[in-house]
Structure formats: structure tokens, C-alpha cells
């Protein structure tokens, strides 16, 4: 991720270290879970699980739109493709 602040840093002190350009990820992540009400992530080998501040989400609706667009495409079990 990069943004307006990144690039103040990088013009006043020089490409930025791997481990800050890391750190500033986790925080642009962490504001955009704020934002969506994310309380907590837990990340593991085969995906993810989101908990949302007081057990709700605003938009459930737009949540599962937002998942079905952004998953990869697998044909259906018992269709064949020609």
C-alpha cells in the first residue's frame, strides 16, 4: 500500500527499509479495519476469519458481494466445460 505519507518519507529520508514499508501496511490495514468495523483478524494457512466489533456488520449484503466478486472462478461439481 502506498500512500501521500509514504511518499514524504521516501522524499525526505530515502527508499524506505523492507521492515518500514511492512510497518506501514499493518497500519494502513489496521485503519481500513477500523473503518469497517473489523475488530479482529485471525490468518492461518487455509484463509482468514474477521470478527466484527459487537458481532455486527452494517452492510452483510454488501460483504458477501464484495466476497463472491473478489473469488476466483471454479466451474460447478458435475459440469463439464466444452
Do not use: Q, W, Y
Request: proline share 9%; hydrophobic share 40%.
Amino acid at each position: 500500500m502506498h500512500c501521500h505519507r509514504n511518499s514524504e518519507l521516501i522524499d525526505r529520508f530515502g527508499p524506505l527499509p523492507e521492515e518500514v514499508r511492512h510497518l506501514l501496511d499493518i497500519v494502513a490495514v489496521k485503519a481500513l479495519c477500523r473503518t469497517a468495523l473489523v475488530e479482529k483478524i485471525d490468518a492461518g494457512p487455509k484463509g482468514a476469519t474477521l470478527t466484527f466489533r459487537n458481532n455486527l456488520f452494517p452492510n452483510p449484503a454488501g460483504l458477501v458481494r464484495l466476497i463472491s466478486l473478489s473469488a476466483p472462478r471454479r466451474p460447478r461439481a458435475g459440469r463439464r466445460r466444452t
